[in-house]
């Protein structure tokens, strides 16, 4: 993947300081349940700490943090510090597999945040047998801030409608008409680790199998998915009235068709529940 020095560090402050980015959303899926300070929990792809940081001022008691890129970890460690929450936090280096070295059913909750989008379609559904595999049962995995298949702009790549095309052409038209200047447009890996390739609500569905049940969440949620900017670099009053006003006429489209709303939103916020059944 190509690294963008800069840009990636800003991201990653922005994703633990400032609040719109991933902490009102997750502070809404987590509000139903009162008892995550007693939670194991599993935040994969924690990158150099801002989700790990964001899920312990949300109040989960023990964070274990996996990254791919084991460099992470003594910026992970010492962010958490700086924060505040070193006694909550445990980094453990996982080699480059996506089978990780813990015993079936080892956390009450696996977060999986901004991570799925960034794979490639077999190791998506690897990693998503393999947090079934972690969670116990009656334990929770989440999967936010991954781009909807189905919504019409792609928030990596601010391109419309690169995700209706060939994988290839949609390589070309991102590269032309995205943000990003240095984007690739060969190799099926690179493109992927872009992230310019989101999921659907039924694929990861389809992943999970019959034992993981999908959580009802707050229509809050979906709604801050249009009128809440997550930078502030994206943020005005006229962007917040157009979201408004698309929030309202994708909510009426939803009930009309008999799905959430969050099915329709740019990005999927979900929770799945791990039960006995095979």
Same mark, same amino acid.
């Given at each position: 993947?190509?690294?963008?020095?800069?840009?990636?560090?800003l991201?990653?402050?922005?994703?633990?300081?400032?609040?719109?980015?991933i902490?009102?959303?997750?502070?809404?899926?987590?509000?139903?349940?009162?008892?995550?300070?007693?939670?194991?929990?599993?935040?994969?792809?924690?990158?150099?700490?801002?989700?790990?940081?964001?899920?312990?001022?949300?109040?989960?008691?023990?964070?274990?943090?996996?990254?791919?890129?084991?460099?992470?970890a003594?910026?992970?460690?010492?962010?958490?510090?700086?924060?505040?929450y070193?006694?909550?936090?445990?980094?453990?280096?996982s080699?480059?597999?996506?089978?990780?070295?813990?015993?079936?059913?080892?956390f009450?909750?696996?977060?999986?945040?901004?991570?799925?989008?960034?794979?490639?379609?077999?190791?998506?559904?690897?990693?998503?047998?393999?947090a079934?595999?972690?969670?116990?049962v009656?334990?929770?995995l989440?999967?936010s801030?991954?781009?909807?298949?189905?919504?019409?702009?792609?928030?990596?790549? *601010?391109?419309w409608?690169?995700e209706?095309?060939?994988?290839?052409?949609?390589?070309?038209?991102?590269?032309?008409?995205?943000?990003?200047?240095?984007?690739?447009? *060969?190799?099926?890996?690179?493109?992927?680790?872009?992230?310019?390739?989101?999921?659907?609500?039924?694929?990861?569905?389809?992943?999970?199998?019959?034992?993981?049940?999908?959580?009802?969440?707050?229509?809050?949620?979906s709604?801050?998915?249009?009128?809440?900017?997550?930078?502030?670099?994206?943020?005005?009053?006229?962007?917040?009235r157009?979201?408004? *006003?698309?929030?309202?006429?994708?909510?009426?489209?939803?009930?009309?068709?008999?799905?959430?709303?969050?099915?329709?939103?740019?990005?999927?916020?979900?929770?799945?529940? *791990?039960s006995?059944?095979?």
């Amino acid at each position: 993947a190509v690294h963008r020095p800069g840009l990636d560090l800003l991201d990653e402050l922005l994703r633990s300081e400032h609040t719109p980015y991933i902490q009102d959303r997750l502070a809404l899926l987590l509000e139903p349940f009162p008892d995550r300070a007693d939670w194991r929990a599993l935040d994969f792809g924690c990158g150099a700490g801002g989700s790990s940081t964001v899920l312990a001022r949300l109040g989960i008691g023990h964070i274990i943090g996996v990254d791919l890129v084991n460099d992470y970890a003594a910026i992970w460690r010492r962010r958490l510090e700086e924060a505040g929450y070193a006694e909550v936090g445990t980094f453990v280096h996982s080699g480059e597999s996506l089978r990780l070295p813990f015993r079936d059913g080892s956390f009450d909750a696996v977060f999986l945040n901004g991570v799925l989008e960034h794979l490639v379609p077999e190791e998506r559904r690897d990693l998503l047998a393999e947090a079934r595999r972690l969670v116990r049962v009656g334990g929770y995995l989440f999967i936010s801030e991954t781009p909807n298949r189905w919504f019409p702009r792609n928030s990596h790549n *601010k391109t419309w409608f690169s995700e209706m095309l060939p994988l290839n052409l949609a390589a070309h038209y991102v590269a032309r008409f995205g943000m990003r200047r240095d984007f690739p447009v *060969k190799g099926r890996t690179v493109l992927y680790r872009t992230g310019f390739r989101g999921l659907s609500v039924r694929q990861i569905r389809r992943f999970l199998g019959s034992n993981m049940s999908l959580v009802p969440s707050s229509e809050r949620v979906s709604e801050l998915e249009f009128t809440l900017p997550r930078t502030p670099f994206d943020a005005s009053e006229g962007r917040a009235r157009a979201g408004g *006003k698309l929030w309202q006429g994708v909510r009426r489209l939803a009930r009309f068709g008999g799905i959430p709303p969050g099915y329709l939103a740019p990005h999927l916020n979900l929770v799945f529940q *791990k039960s006995d059944h095979a």
